[in-house]
């Protein structure tokens, strides 16, 4: 899921098209169509636990929770939400954050393939969650009977965490021995 939303999207989608006279007025209508979409949004999601999925914490360098973005600031079981690190594995400038930023991948300087072929370079957070996506697949190829629980605790396992306690890189050849460790040690049992 590479996309959010908050109160204040909703404010410049009113705004854009011509609803209410100033942001004063548009704020309460804003806020009621969000809390729809909150409400709509957390339900889908919690209607369906045997589904993982991956979202991004946003390219706001804000605080998810305080900014009121989902569905980032969701704690869910079966959600994991990406934030985005450059090469050395420091936060990028851009990525948002908060308690349910999971783990973190690469989002700065990736290669990406346009329409028609031609390669580019995108710094977006949503460059981050297709790694992790890749990693919860190969996870899951290994051992179909993972829950999403499972896939997203092997994935925090496996990580390397900052020495401040913030950021969680993800180490997909831990991650993976640790679910073959796991599964072997199940065997035996």
């Known amino acids: 899921m590479s996309w959010t939303l908050s109160p204040r ?20 209508e804003a806020r009621e169509l969000f809390e729809m979409e909150k409400r709509g949004l957390r339900a889908a999601l919690q209607n369906c636990p045997g589904i993982l999925f991956v979202g991004i914490a946003g390219n706001t360098n804000s605080y998810t929770d305080f900014e009121e973005v989902i569905p980032a600031s969701f704690a869910l079981p079966n959600l994991i939400t990406v934030g985005a690190v450059d090469q ?67 994935i925090k396992k496996g990580a390397d965490r900052s020495e401040d306690g913030r950021r969680n890189l993800i180490n997909p050849k831990r991650s993976v021995a640790l679910l073959r460790q796991s599964n072997a040690s199940s065997e035996k049992n």
């Open 88 to 154: 050395a594995g420091d936060e990028t400038s851009f990525t948002s954050f908060g308690p349910t930023t999971t783990v973190h991948a690469n989002g700065f300087q990736v290669e990406s393939v346009l329409p028609g072929g031609e390669k580019t370079l995108f710094s977006v957070t949503s460059a981050a969650v297709p790694q992790i996506t890749n990693l919860a697949a190969k996870l899951l190829a290994l051992d179909p009977r993972l829950t999403p629980e499972q896939v997203i605790a092997v």
């Open 9 to 28: 999207a909703f404010e410049r989608m009113l705004e854009s098209n011509g609803v209410g006279k100033d942001a004063t007025e548009r704020r309460p």
